[in-house]
């Protein structure tokens, strides 16, 4: 049995819904913002569906992108290229083998990275790319057939200029003559036309080679592939001619040097003739047949090393005397050995010089043979044979011949090193006399020996430019260089530019790039509230209901015929007129979701409101008053909008008559006293009931009343303020059960802020895609302010369109439709964000658990 308290329970302390990471909690209104919008972050989920919607867009400027990227084909004139390759040699080509400093020189740079650098950048120089317009003609027509205007006219009126073939220059050597050695002069026109060239010019480079490719483009094919062959052969004949330049220029020099030193040379030799002439003796200390000047060659080389007679005999001295010194140190060395051994004949043997002399080495030798006698007989006859004692007494008396000989020699060796002593005193006065005569050649030779070394340099430095004349006389004439090419250039028959699968391709990528950025900014700067998600993360309050948008087939098509009221009213009353369809299995699970919110008896004032107006709370709060009514509850609904009544057209009389807001009776009418509550109401039809169960509810006394606005009020403020609104409510209560108030918009007059403190449940409506996000949280701040904490918000007008349906709200095809047992809208799980009591499929204790609300 339905609780019918008669007292309006006080509005309960609302506790605070749990704050979103990022959110900020006003203390003067209570309401919670969050600063960035209910975006944290690039939200892929959301921008995709987003996305899916403005698709149209995206595939717009697709179609745009591919219709620019065509026009851009046909408008952009054609551009080909010719590709010539080139290979850069290890070192240059000689016919003369060398091994000086500046060829390995030039052979390290031709094989280092910066040498392919410099022939790249080389290239396409400005000099050699005018060079180029000048030897082809290409200036003749005044550049049209090089910038690809009048092509054909031109190829007919003006010859191509005579170039060698293309195989001429393929190789290491060209044909160039003396008058190209000379820079021709350019004209202005040309000038410029090589600054254009070295635009339309790219060589490259390859990586791990020494190959150059050579490209060149032009808006004509063999213009293209003429320029390709004309800058690699111009560039190869340009390389011959700096080097037959300098070889030119060095020929010259090396004249004009040799010349010079030859002069140098005569001189120097004529000096020291002179000088020989004067100072005979200055031969002897060197310098010899080669300062001369009259030998060359190998005697020269001989005469210098054999060196003056006094040096050579000074020299000659010095090794004698340090000799002699050497061998009387080393005899006295023995000697002391001798005086320390003694008469131990072994230990004198090991004395070199005793041991080396010739009649110790006798007498060891006449010792070693009677030795290998005596072993010899010893095999044959026993020790008392006479052959054995003879031979005995043979080996003694050659033993006691060598001690005695042994013993005879330190006085030997004593004489010896007397006689050491006396040559080497004579062998250092020697030294020193000749030591005397060198000191004094030295000091009358020196003048000679400087005319001397001077006319060996003179001679050096003149022999060496004679050989480098005759190297650069016979390779002057070699037309060499280390660049060939390898690869000429064929005439292109496809253009490299405007390509057009990438054109294309850039068209559609630019195209599909310009639509997902427009759909990204257009969803940046949408403010509405489109999804549950959104609106649940930016107001902190949870979603009661998704209403999705009434479609023209659930507003007429499934009107019943047996309904008495006009099909206009329809579209509003779905709940009575179409309970099959999704918008009506959204306001069940409305009723479920506010149903479990909290006790009955704290549940049943309800409001409705929203931010701004046309949100959709007449319609909201008229099919929730009629989905409670259906359900076995007597309602009543009152239109609390004084200012803009809407009730009276939605809820007419079922025999056809039409309500006048001026003269029916209804909630200002109460309010002045004018009329009691009994007789301002009016029965509304329920339409079809869902469940045998609530067929017996009604039974009991489901019904639904409304009470209208009645006539106009000039101060609705004024009204509502007083304490017969109060009134009003209380009656109300000890009449019904359920209590639905629609209300005024917040934002637009303070009618409904005067209401909030005396009402249980406040809903607020939201037009989901149209309502500004700063509007809703500024009322929700409002309500919050007058003592009226929002309980949720109920979406209304919901798209519903393939693709994204399920993101906006679960309601699919043949859900809530010939059973309302359905599972209904996204809306309809109850208690989220912390204000339920129990799960959602979980029976009330006063029995407001319906089978729709076990979803």
Not at 116 to 140: P, S
Not at 356 to 370: E, F, G, I, T, Y
Not at 456 to 461: I, M, N, S, V
Request: proline share 5%; with cysteine.
């Amino acid at each position: 049995m339905i609780n019918q308290s008669r007292d309006v329970a006080p509005p309960p302390v609302k506790p605070r819904a749990a704050l979103v990471p990022g959110q900020i909690f006003s203390t003067t209104t209570g309401a919670s913002i969050d600063p960035s919008g209910g975006r944290r972050g690039f939200d892929f989920r959301h921008y995709w569906h987003s996305l899916v919607e403005k698709i149209w867009v995206v595939a717009l400027c697709v179609v745009a992108g591919l219709f620019l990227g065509l026009g851009y084909l046909a408008s952009t004139a054609k551009l080909y290229q010719g590709h010539t390759v080139l290979e850069v040699e290890m070192e240059e080509p000689s016919l003369i083998e060398t091994d000086r400093a500046s060829g390995r020189g030039a052979r390290d740079f031709l094989s280092s990275e910066q040498a392919l650098r410099t022939i790249e950048q080389n290239l396409d120089n400005r000099t050699l790319m005018a060079r180029v317009i000048h030897v082809e003609g290409l200036a003749n027509d005044g550049g049209r057939a090089f910038l690809g205007k009048s092509v054909k006219a031109n190829a007919k009126t003006t010859p191509a200029p005579s170039s060698p073939r293309p195989g001429a220059a393929s190789s290491s050597t060209a044909s160039v003559s003396d008058a190209d050695l000379v820079a021709p002069a350019f004209t202005p026109l040309e000038e410029a036309m090589g600054g254009t060239l070295a635009r339309m010019v790219k060589p490259v480079v390859r990586r791990n080679s020494r190959l150059i490719d050579l490209y060149v483009t032009n808006y004509d094919p063999v213009i293209a592939q003429r320029l390709a062959e004309a800058v690699a052969r111009e560039y190869i004949r340009s390389a011959i001619e700096r080097r037959m330049g300098f070889s030119q220029q060095s020929l010259r020099y090396l004249l004009e040097e040799e010349e010079r030193l030859k002069n140098n040379l005569r001189k120097s030799e004529h000096a020291v003739a002179e000088y020989k002439e004067k100072t005979p003796d200055a031969l002897q200390l060197g310098g010899g047949a080669a300062a001369t000047g009259t030998q060359t060659g190998a005697g020269a080389g001989t005469g210098s090393a054999r060196g003056g007679l006094v040096e050579d005999k000074l020299q000659e001295l010095t090794s004698k005397l340090t000799g002699a010194k050497a061998d009387r140190m080393r005899l006295e060395g023995e000697l002391k050995q001798v005086e320390q051994t003694g008469e131990n004949v072994e230990a004198l043997l090991a004395i070199p010089s005793i041991g080396s002399a010739n009649l110790v080495a006798d007498r060891r030798k006449d010792v070693v043979q009677l030795e290998a006698t005596v072993a010899t007989l010893s095999q044959r006859y026993k020790e008392k044979h006479p052959k054995m004692l003879a031979a005995r007494a043979a080996l003694t008396e050659a033993r006691a011949a060598l001690k005695r000989t042994v013993l005879a020699q330190p006085a030997v060796l004593k004489s010896t090193i007397e006689q050491a002593h006396t040559t080497e005193a004579n062998l250092t006065v020697a030294a020193r006399e000749q030591e005397k005569a060198a000191l004094a050649l030295n000091k009358a030779a020196i003048g000679y020996q400087e005319l001397a070394r001077q006319a060996e340099t003179d001679r050096a430095l003149y022999e060496s430019v004679l050989r480098q004349i005759k190297e650069t006389n016979l390779t002057k004439d070699v037309k060499t260089t280390p660049i060939s090419i390898v690869e000429h250039s064929p005439v292109p028959r496809f253009p490299v530019s405007p390509s057009i699968p990438k054109s294309i391709i850039l068209g559609l990528l630019s195209g599909l790039a310009l639509g997902l950025g427009f759909v990204y900014v257009v969803d940046i700067l949408d403010r509405s509230i489109k999804t549950v998600d959104q609106a649940e993360t930016t107001l902190a309050l949870p979603v009661l209901s998704a209403v999705p948008e009434i479609r023209r087939k659930d507003a007429d098509g499934e009107v019943p015929t047996d309904s008495k009221a006009p099909a206009a009213t329809a579209s509003y009353r779905l709940m009575a007129e179409a309970p099959e369809g999704p918008t009506a299995e959204a306001f069940r699970n409305l009723r479920a979701s506010l149903a479990l919110l909290g006790p009955e008896s704290e549940r049943r004032v309800f409001l409705f409101t929203s931010a701004v107006p046309n949100e959709g709370k007449s319609f909201s709060s008229a099919n929730y008053a009629l989905a409670l009514a259906q359900q076995g509850y007597r309602v009543l609904l009152i239109d609390g909008d004084l200012r803009r009544p809407s009730l009276h057209k939605i809820f007419v009389r079922t025999s056809g008559e039409v309500a006048d807001e001026d003269n029916s009776k209804g909630v200002v009418d109460c309010l002045v006293g004018a009329v009691d509550l009994s007789s301002a109401v009016r029965k509304a039809e329920t339409g079809r009931f869902e469940t045998e169960a609530s067929e017996k509810a009604t039974a009991t006394g489901g019904e639904l009343s409304v009470l209208t606005g009645g006539r106009r009020a000039p101060n609705p403020a004024e009204l509502l303020s007083g304490p017969a609104f109060g009134r009003l409510l209380s009656e109300a209560t000890s009449l019904y059960d359920r209590i639905v108030i629609d209300t005024a918009p917040v934002l637009a007059v303070s009618d409904t802020l005067l209401m909030t403190p005396l009402v249980q449940t406040v809903c607020v409506v939201v037009h989901a895609g149209k309502t500004p996000r700063n509007a809703v949280q500024r009322a929700l701040g409002m309500l919050t302010g007058a003592g009226g904490r929002p309980a949720g918000v109920i979406l209304n007008r919901m798209p519903r369109r393939r693709g994204s349906g399920y993101y906006y709200y679960y309601a699919t095809h043949g859900y809530g439709k010939g059973a309302y047992g359905g599972y209904g809208s996204y809306g309809g799980y109850g208690g989220y964000g912390g204000y339920g009591y129990g799960s959602y499929g979980r029976h009330s204790k006063n029995g407001e658990g319906s089978t729709e609300e076990k979803s």
